[in-house]
């Protein structure tokens, strides 16, 4: 089955800055897990990933975000709870084909500055409840709720998401969607927290798409 690798959390994930990013949702104070309950399932972490999107003035950035680890419980076609783990140290940019100006970006959204992955080399996404939205012949339109946990700080979102069964995988995809990365302690560059900024701001905003497979 061929996979499609997608732009979001994500993360998780870049900043983006100078364009306008899609669908930005809000983030809440976080809730308690769903229940486990149905069929386990273990997510394929080569085949699942997190892309994002970062904006800059005058360009952007494309990378992804790895998955450690993962389970999600399902009643039929019916996803009912679950969580995954980031790989934090797992961040890569696809758009920068210099390898010394890759790893300049790469090491800088490692440090201190941003995700701070010495300290913090996981992130976590816990499922707390699922909304069906609708359903087509083949797949299922949910409204998930879950809380996102980077740095020490966790908060709900909510996202669309779409999930289908091919054979005996089941494959949860989201429209790309927006968070605000200061939420979770993600200041570097920020305009709203650093006034003197002028035009060398970052987007709040962070740009991210999903895609889980599991089996």
């Keep these: 089955m061929k996979t499609h690798y997608l732009v979001l959390l994500s993360v998780l994930f870049l900043v983006s800055c ?4 899609k669908n930005k949702i809000e983030a ?11 069929l386990k399932l273990s997510v ?6 997190i892309h994002w999107t970062g ?25 009912k709870s679950g969580t995954f783990t980031l790989d934090m140290n797992a961040i890569i940019c696809e758009d920068l084909k210099d390898t010394k100006s890759n790893q300049q970006l790469v ?7 941003f995700f701070d992955v010495e300290k913090y080399p996981e992130g976590k996404f816990t ?22 946990e980077l740095k020490e ?4 979102i909510s996202f669309d998401a779409t999930i289908k069964k091919d054979g005996d995988n ?16 993600v200041n570097y560059g920020s305009k709203n927290i650093f006034k003197d900024l002028k035009d060398s701001f970052i987007n709040d905003d962070i740009e991210i798409r999903l895609v889980i497979i599991a089996n």
């Design 18 to 21: 100078g364009q306008q990013s």
């Design 28 to 38: 809440s104070d976080a809730k308690e897990a769903a229940r486990a309950e149905g």
């Design 44 to 49: 394929n972490t080569s085949a699942s990933t």
């Design 55 to 79: 904006f800059k003035p005058g360009g952007h950035h494309v990378g992804v975000l790895g998955i450690k680890n993962g389970e999600l419980y399902v009643e039929g076609t019916t996803l």
């Design 107 to 113: 090491g800088h959204l490692k440090s201190a500055d």
């Design 127 to 148: 499922i707390t409840g699922v909304e069906e939205l609708s359903k087509g012949t083949d797949s299922l339109n949910l409204k998930i709720s879950g809380n996102l």
């Design 153 to 156: 700080t966790s908060k709900n």
């Design 170 to 185: 089941y494959i949860a995809t989201t429209a790309p969607f927006s968070i605000d990365r200061t939420h979770w302690g």
